[in-house]
């Protein structure tokens, strides 16, 4: 099972809203510094740092992590030190998810790396529990139906490209009076959601289930995709048959023939082409030596490499 860590932050400053990724906004700045902490973990895989773009966003921000490891306990409590990292305000809701019941296309089953493309995005709808006394095992059964997940796949359209739909729960019980994050996390993943021409059609989705919807709905963008960090430093291997060769020296490749050796294997050809033989007296030929000369020259030059025109090689 894989273990995941969102974070949502409120804004410092509703006017900010209109900064689109502005360096000098403390809360992108913050995001970013925190995206750094992310990677240090030696459990982290990938990650996303999500922008919202509605117009009044209540969480700028969402931090969107995979932790792997197979010690249920020690992942838990390595996402939980990850989390006093960032330095939680009271602003931001941190939390460790476990991802519970998934909806994949069966044209990406195959893609497991998060999207990291500027057009893909995520529906993101939050959902907290009033009490204890919810069973999760009774909410659970019926997810298709209380999430908006059935709606979300069924109207979803087909350009869209949605990949998955997945169902976070939090696995922390929290008594009365203390802090409760998002009990349940619907992330919807799209690979084309925010496409100029999709844009305003996602946005008037979202609106459409904030009506019909108990959650927090919002439309997230991908801001910056990153991988954890190296644990050994890669060190170059040459192959065996570069191995084979001498070191190369400075400027000269030995896998090139010298001018001389071509020379001398072109020279009998050519001198066959003219008509004579190498061990040919030329001077008993005068005529002809000019007449030779003046042709074998003009051939040579046509075929000089200086003379071609330069060449474009695309990988």
Known sequence: MRRFSLEFQHSVDHFMRYLRFSSEDSTYEKAVSECHSIKESSLFTE?????????????????????????????TGEVTQVIRDCGASPN????????????????????????????????????????????????????????????????????????RISLLRHPNVYRNGQ?????????????????????????????????RNCGHVALYQVHTAYNSLPQVPLIGQSS??????????????????????????LRPMRDRSFGYMEEENFESFPGSLQKYDHYGSATINSLSPHSRSPQTYVD
Request: aromatic residues 12%.
């Open 179 to 211: 802090p409760r994050p998002f009990a349940y996390v619907l992330l919807c993943e799209y690979s084309s959601i925010l496409h100029p021409s999709n844009t305003v059609q996602a946005l008037d989705m979202c609106e459409r289930m904030r009506v």
């Open 47 to 75: 990650g996303l740092l999500l922008k919202c773009i509605d117009l009044k966003p209540l969480f700028p921000y969402l931090h969107f992590a995979h932790f792997s490891s197979p010690d249920y306990t020690g992942r």
């Open 240 to 265: 065996p048959r570069v191995v084979k060769r001498n070191p190369m020296l400075r400027g000269f490749s030995q896998d090139v023939e010298s001018t001389e050796s071509r020379r001398q294997k």
């Open 92 to 163: 931001s809701q941190y939390g460790c998810y476990d991802e519970v019941y998934t909806i994949q296309k069966a044209a990406t089953s195959t893609e497991n790396r998060l999207p990291a493309h500027r057009h893909a995005g995520y529906i993101v709808i939050g959902f907290k529990l009033l009490d204890d006394a919810s069973k999760p095992q009774a909410l659970e059964k019926t997810w298709l139906q209380w999430s908006g997940a059935r709606e979300i796949y069924k109207y979803s359209p087909r350009n869209w490209n949605l990949r």
